[in-house]
């Protein structure tokens, strides 16, 4: 079974997909394509699982590539499967046809990211904290290096916690300000006594200033659409673990 998954418009003909929960074979709380290694799924469950993801893209589940997330602002270049342990990043680009880059979330903001002229990909795990921190500028970065162009890079803002359920604290706002009082249009108090956070807007806005040709964003809340995996909203059933969306994108 091929899993379904959301496209863009901006990434025109390269291959890449959102993949949310259907057209796996987990059960329970993580039915049914949950990607997520680092879950307690079943392991053999999460390798079909990954493995028709890679399928997807007619290539083999080795070929599925991603890092170990930690919500750094670090992207690393790969032009083949590790051969042993995945590094610690958040960012991965590529110029290697076949390679299939992938990122894991489960309410932070999945980035996919191409200068289809120059050959060059990535995928990006922007989190409040990486994108605060640098990691889509470290990307961008990154593909510029192997040939990219920023004014070529059409990028495509996957399914996240959107701004109506991202309630964050008063710190978590002023630690913005604190940087640049212009991030004020990124809070609204709007949704409940506490600020809440436009997570897609922030890094929509970091990629604009940064040059790229192209935007796409699919507005679908994890947190509300139960189609998709969300840690927020298994933090609020009290769910033991969770599983995670995949993001890909190949060449």
């Known amino acids: ?69 930690v919500h750094s602002a670090d992207a690393v270049y790969i032009d083949a499967p590790w051969p042993g342990a995945r590094p610690h990043a958040d960012a991965l680009v590529t110029t290697k046809p076949g390679l299939v880059l992938s990122v894991l979330t489960a309410d932070c903001g999945p980035v996919l990211l191409a200068d289809a002229e120059a050959g060059v990909i990535a995928a990006a795990h922007a989190g409040w904290r990486g994108a605060f921190g640098g990691v889509l500028q470290a990307t961008i970065a990154l593909m510029q290096q192997h040939g990219a162009e ?61 040059g790229v040709g192209a935007v796409d964003r699919i507005d679908i809340d994890t947190f509300s659409d139960t189609a998709w995996f969300s840690h927020r909203r298994s933090v609020r059933e009290g769910a033991p673990d969770y599983g995670r969306n995949c993001a890909a994108i190949s060449l």
């Not at 392991?43 to 993801?53: G, K, M, S, T, Y």
């Not at 108090?189 to 806005?205: E, M, Q, V, W």
């Open 150 to 210: 920023p004014g070529r890079i059409h990028v495509a803002l996957g399914p996240c916690i959107q701004q109506r359920n991202y309630e964050v604290g008063e710190d978590f706002r002023q630690n913005f300000l604190a940087r640049d009082a212009a991030f004020a249009r990124f809070f609204s108090d709007a949704f409940g006594p506490k600020p809440h956070f436009d997570l897609p807007g922030f890094c929509a806005y970091t990629l604009e200033s940064l």
């Open 1 to 69: 079974m091929t899993p379904p998954a959301r496209t863009a418009a901006a990434l025109g003909a390269v291959k890449h997909g959102f993949f949310g929960r259907e057209g796996g074979v987990s059960t329970g709380i993580y039915a049914s394509l949950n990607a997520g290694a680092g879950s307690k799924d079943d392991p053999e469950a999460v390798r079909e699982n990954r493995r028709r993801i890679a399928a997807s893209f007619g290539a083999d589940a080795p070929m599925l590539v991603g890092v170990h997330q």
